[in-house]
């Protein structure tokens, strides 16, 4: 068993080493898979490969070998970056971002297809020597150029690919695809001289990464993008709708959106549209300096799965997946709000509020620690970690209900089903992980995640 206490135990990460962001979630032959851009010789981003897992039940998750490998002397000789994997005529293939050592952050769109489709397990893939696409189109000065995301609509099959152009607007590339083997550039989707785009986004972004794309129930069209400023700055969300162009392409007509996680340690989400559902994971990165990294020999883990949605009211929906009550203890290690309560390394939390309440989970010898406080009077949810820690976040809600879900540093607080703050939180010197509630009339129930009992 894994003895690090920041080391998360229940969300997807490889054993050592770097991971960063999750691609190609994937339903095959009732199995989830899930892959990830993974070094497996150290804790940097260098090397990237792709690693894998796959699970029954998205809370007991079975690794297996890796999946891509950089080919030497081809389009992804620097790395196999990010993308997705799609059923291709029964047969499970990655579309992926090859990177070559002169690539400057512009890649090639490869392919890698399953060699043995009827196992369950998609061990073996083998990638197509030549790309898809060479590069970006002439004539839109494209200087970031990467990330692809297939998706249906229209009776069709379409990718987006993000980008970034060299006069600072970012932009989400539209191909069609139906056949994978033969793109056809459709245009631009949606760009950052959108105003929709720039009253949610601001204008900070230089170049718009691992766009997503699903739809909801209602047929709205949810966007999700990361901003990309020349380093990793944060996600976003545009709801709306596709509309025709005219010239046998699409383009987003954006109404709204927001932030879609308030946290400082949340990036590059990967989305799996499912018949009933969209369910999504993110990366989390690490929040302490290289030589900690060092020491610990792994970097960076996967968020929890989140099911994503649209509220009438335009706001994003986002849950906990309810698989992951498969991780709950038997019985609730804290029933009652009345009480200081040691919590366990993984736990999975919910208070309720009435009024102004205030929730302990880390408790330090001068006071402070880290705490969430709800406050429905004002509207907000206030996450906090104490003094000489980063400036607190504040997320406008209802404030009525919290779901904290913590795995060794991974803090994953879900604010009513309206927002979420991923932090990675450090156990610091002196401080003891211990649950206080007050605030009258609040509730609270409290799961340990323990190993599933099957799989």
């Known amino acids: 068993m894994n003895v690090d206490p920041d080391a998360p135990r229940f ?81 499970p293939t990655a579309v992926y971002t090859g990177i070559d050592h002169h690539h400057t952050g512009v890649g090639t769109i490869c392919l890698a297809r399953s060699v043995v489709p009827d196992d369950e397990t998609l061990t073996d893939w083998k990638p197509l020597p030549t790309p898809v696409v060479s590069g970006p189109p002439d004539g839109l000065d494209v200087v970031m150029f990467r990330d692809p995301f297939v998706f249906r609509a229209a009776g069709r099959r379409w990718a987006l690919v993000g980008a970034g152009h060299a006069d600072g607007t970012p932009s989400v590339l539209l191909y069609d695809c139906d056949d994978l083997a033969d793109w056809r550039f459709a245009g631009v989707l949606l760009d950052g001289n959108d105003p929709v785009a720039t009253d949610v986004f601001g204008d900070k972004a230089v170049g718009w990464e691992c766009p997503q794309l699903y739809a909801t129930a209602g047929g709205t069209w949810v966007l999700v993008v990361s901003l990309w400023d020349g380093d990793p700055m944060s996600t976003g969300y545009l709801t709306g709708r596709l509309d025709p162009d005219g010239d046998g392409g699409l383009r987003f007509a954006a109404r709204g959106g927001g932030q879609l996680d308030h946290g400082r340690d949340f990036y590059a989400p990967a989305v799996l549209q499912e018949e009933e559902r969209a369910l999504m994971w993110g990366w989390s990165w690490e929040s302490r300096d290289q030589g900690a990294i060092d020491r610990a020999g792994w970097a960076g883990t996967l968020t929890a799965p989140r099911v994503v949605g649209v509220h009438p009211d335009g706001a994003l929906s986002v849950v906990p997946a309810p698989e992951l009550q498969l991780l709950r203890a038997p019985e609730p290690f804290v029933t009652a709000p ?25 408790r330090s010898a001068d006071g402070t620690g880290l705490t969430v406080v709800l406050d429905p009077d004002e509207g907000r949810v206030t996450v906090d970690r104490g003094a000489g820690g980063p400036a607190p976040v504040v997320v406008r809600a209802p404030a009525r209900q919290v779901r904290v879900l913590v795995d060794g540093s991974l803090v994953e607080v879900f604010v009513d089903d309206r927002a979420t703050v991923t932090e990675r939180v450090y156990r610091r010197d002196g401080e003891v992980p211990e649950l206080t509630v007050s605030g009258p009339g609040a509730t609270v129930i409290g799961w340990e995640q323990v190993p599933p009992t099957h799989g």
């Not at 497996?40 to 029954?56: L, R």
């Not at 939390?349 to 989970?361: C, F, I, M, N």
């Open 338 to 362: 009345d009480q200081r309560t040691p919590l366990p390394r993984s736990y999975d939390l919910t208070v309720t509020a009435r009024t102004r309440t205030t929730v302990g989970l880390l």
């Open 11 to 91: 969300r997807v990460r490889p054993p050592a080493n770097w991971i960063n962001d999750p691609n190609g979630p994937f339903r095959w032959r009732d199995r989830y898979h899930l892959f990830y851009q993974h070094n497996p010789d150290a804790p940097v981003h260098t090397n990237v490969h792709w690693g894998h897992v796959s699970s029954p039940d998205l809370a007991h998750w079975e690794h297996h070998p890796i999946a891509l490998t950089p080919t030497p002397g081809g389009p992804d000789e620097a790395g196999c970056w990010s993308g997705c994997v799609v059923d291709d005529n029964g047969v």
